[in-house]
């Protein structure tokens, strides 16, 4: 468990740094320009990451608040506060942040913003996700502001892009059985361009598993989904926002319930 946390910490440590010299570079323009998080602004997303980055610093226990209206609080706290202003306290909680993980006890009592209790490990795994989500936002909305409407084709790599892709990776199975209504004994090829290609196969309890590279469902799907790598990410951040192609053959019907079912984001 150490060794995995180490690995969340080093992703979260990169993502979090990438975050704020991003933020450093950005004018009054991008600052204030839309993201494909409803309501929220480039600069509203900086103010999110400082409220949950000093909520998990001060160790106060679970929100005392629902999710939606924990979030927004601090957001709406921020919003006439200068940018420079912003990121001085997103640094200043970043870097009090780091000083506390150096020695966290990954097993310890952690929360969840839905206040549901977990261990340290769990709740940094889930913020380095949201990090690295939000930086994706950030670049999104950018590209948006600088090219006008189209395909956001932006995806940093790195370890929290490695990490982000075992959590969504390992949803999957349950993407297809659950939530795509997958049949029993069928099998969805997923290749995802610049990241991944798997299939997953429905037994005969109604769970799903990966299939082996050699089996028979991988040659022959009952559905195949591709899509390119930033297209993935988006559709399983829950984004709305301008589409890239997406290519489906064999059963099209079920391709098509997987694809709406990629999101994993609160």
């Given amino acids: 468990m150490l060794r995995g946390m180490q690995r969340t910490i080093a992703a979260w440590r990169h993502v979090s740094t990438n975050t704020l010299a991003l933020g450093r570079r950005l004018g009054d323009a991008e600052w204030a320009a839309p993201t494909g998080c409803p309501k929220w602004t480039v600069g509203d997303i900086f103010a999110h990451h400082v409220g949950v980055e000093s909520w ?28 420079t202003a912003v990121l001085d306290e997103l640094e200043e909680v970043l870097r009090a942040r780091a000083e506390q993980l150096e020695t966290a006890d990954p097993e310890s009592i952690a929360h969840t913003a839905w206040g549901t209790r977990t261990t340290l490990a769990t709740q940094m795994r889930h913020r380095t996700f949201d990090l690295w989500v939000h930086e994706q936002d950030v670049r999104w909305a950018l590209h948006a502001l600088r090219h006008g409407p189209g395909p956001a084709h932006t995806v940093t790599d790195g370890p929290a892009a490695v990490l982000v892709g075992r959590i969504l990776l390992a949803a999957l199975p349950k993407i297809v059985a659950k939530d795509a209504r997958a049949p029993i004994g069928s099998a969805v090829r997923v290749s995802v361009l610049g990241g991944f290609d798997v299939t997953v196969r429905v037994g005969d309890d109604g769970r ?30 829950g984004r709305d926002l301008p589409s890239g192609p997406v290519w489906i053959s064999g059963d099209r019907d079920l391709g098509e319930r997987l694809v709406d079912a990629l999101n994993v984001a609160p």
């Fill in 56 to 83: 998990m610093r001060d160790g106060k226990g679970a929100p005392d608040l629902p999710v939606d209206d924990f979030t927004q609080r601090d957001v709406d706290a921020r919003r006439d506060t200068p940018r």
């Fill in 208 to 237: 799903a598993s990966f299939e082996e590279a050699t089996s028979e469902a991988v040659a022959a799907p009952t559905a195949h989904v591709t899509l390119s790598r930033p297209e993935y990410v988006r559709r399983s951040a």
